[in-house]
């Protein structure tokens, strides 16, 4: 039987600056350009969750989309929203928060919840022009 | 030589209600949620039918999106659209109107009028957060 | 002191139909068309609650945004989420449930609860294109 | 002769965070919940401008929206693109950086560099669901 | 009564080139910029006109939209959709199809079938970042 | 290591008609309609740029998605921007520009800016409702 894709969006608000502690300062600007600003700035990150699997024949669904929607309030939004993604994050104490990188993180806190059969994708916004996808 | 992907995108509005008729409503109400209200509610669906092949060398199409708009048209919309999903067509009087199934039903209506050579995807969004793939 | 507009915006899914009980059904077709369908169709509605007046200095908030959506929420949204507006509402049992109605009423429903020197207007979208303001 | 309104749309992302230095930590998270997160959180600012006056008869504009665009980027997006409102800012020193507030001030930095005969209104999207527009 | 606005939006597709007729090349290049290109550019144009006036309390309109559409499309949009502004219309012949311009000539060309009761008000975008509204 | 994808979107507004010079002007009309206006129509084109590969340890980025832009800016929208597709560019001089045809140029002038380990893919927006992806 041919799988079907689910989609949840969510959003959360965040604080982060880019940067490598191994760099210089001038490094770390020459690189991060103004997303190196010492006192961080911030986003609105859209973030999308992708679940493969079969439809259930008893209910239609691939997987209830509410209770992804609650998965990922308290898994990812809990942590995440309205936070400093380097300053108030375990995930990134020691992980550049670019969005690449923020995608890994989210994929990694939803896959241990998420069941076995189930094919599991990110994508994450971090502006109307900036986004990513993990696994590609 | 490489295959381009071409996407028309439709709007349609339904009512609709999700139930299992082999549940009793206690049941129901807790798998389904606000969805199960027994008078339904309903959605502005959008629907996105992708198709891939090659670009034909005369006009520079894989398909007329306009000849692939008129089919939705006809196929699709006519049945759906200004309609309550549950009462008012053949395709749903025994099967839930969950996202993922609308989606397959789409499918199964245009796969037969699309060229054999050419491959065909349904993108369905129930709401702005919630949406499904066709196949995955 | 010149004043500030401050927009909230919210969603709720409801089934609806169109028509006029003083009219025979050759009437109502004619006039309200698909949207007369006997069994209902439906819509994303799209709520946008627009509150002016001055900025309250301890604050910087015209309004808190926050209980403003929880206003709208038990004030509006709980009537009429995922519910047939004709069916399941004391509002539109004998009230035409066109956009203009259902802004006109959800106006009513939420000026006693916002304080009268604080301006009200809400806008409506019943689809992406189609849309009301109220008052104009 | 009838006026003409013409707009822009630019974006800027910072962080920020809600307190009033005059009341204690617990009056702060009451009143700004997760806004007042210690170490800030941040947003993609829509900025929308609007200019309002006549038909310019040799041009066909009422403000050529390149030089206003240019005027943005200097006047505004330089000082708050990619920065933090509350540590790197003048404006924000002793000022709350609500969206009411922000919107005030950008007017304020704007209204010098347009022409006294030309109107000017602020509309400032802190997310998708809330934003602000000045003067009312 | 209070009054209620309605709003339609509508899509078309032209060419166009930004000139002043009685001034030399150099000129209309440094006003107009990449605008004035020779062989013209082009945009997708959405169109949302805006109706205000008091709802009918037979129908619950203000006034139909699909009347209101139908008389957009016979209008406005058979003469601008697919046509290259400058050559292929009367009204951009000699008026340069500015934003500004073209909104006040849709006014014009849909303020004779509106009823006189009601107010027409005409935004245009010509991009997603620029816009124009008419009246002010 | 699993790979991440990122996307740039751009926007280039053009002029073009679709039309096949190896046929007469009735044919070319009743293949391609209202597209084949003689004096041309024009687009807001909405370009994504998609470059899939792994994430370098040292930036936490697959690409510098501000040099990636910079490599849209020079290698397409230079040429595109503000440009009638037929008249100004070399690249549709002979060749219908249809939205498949464009992405495929587009494709063709990144290719070989973009190192050979990372995967490249195009989608264009030619409206909100067509667009086109390649390769599929």
Same mark, same amino acid.
């Given at each position: 039987m041919n799988k079907v894709s689910v989609y949840r969006k969510e959003h959360f608000n965040a604080a982060h600056k880019l940067y490598n502690p191994n760099w210089d300062d001038a490094t770390n600007k020459q690189v991060?350009?103004?997303? !190196?600003n010492a006192n961080y700035h911030g986003h609105n990150y859209v973030l999308i969750v992708k679940v493969t699997g079969e439809i259930d024949?008893?209910?239609?669904?691939?997987?209830?989309l509410k209770v992804l929607s609650d998965l990922i309030q308290n898994e990812v939004l809990k942590k995440?929203?309205?936070? !400093?993604?380097n300053l108030d994050t375990q995930e990134f104490k020691h992980l550049n928060p670019t969005a690449e990188n923020i995608a890994v993180v989210i994929y990694d806190l939803l896959r241990p919840h998420i069941k076995s059969d189930l094919d599991l994708k990110i994508t994450l916004h971090e502006t109307d022009n900036n986004y990513v996808k993990y696994p590609a």
């Open positions: 991060f350009g103004k997303c !190196n024949a008893e209910t239609g669904y691939v997987i209830d995440f929203d309205h936070k !400093n993604l």
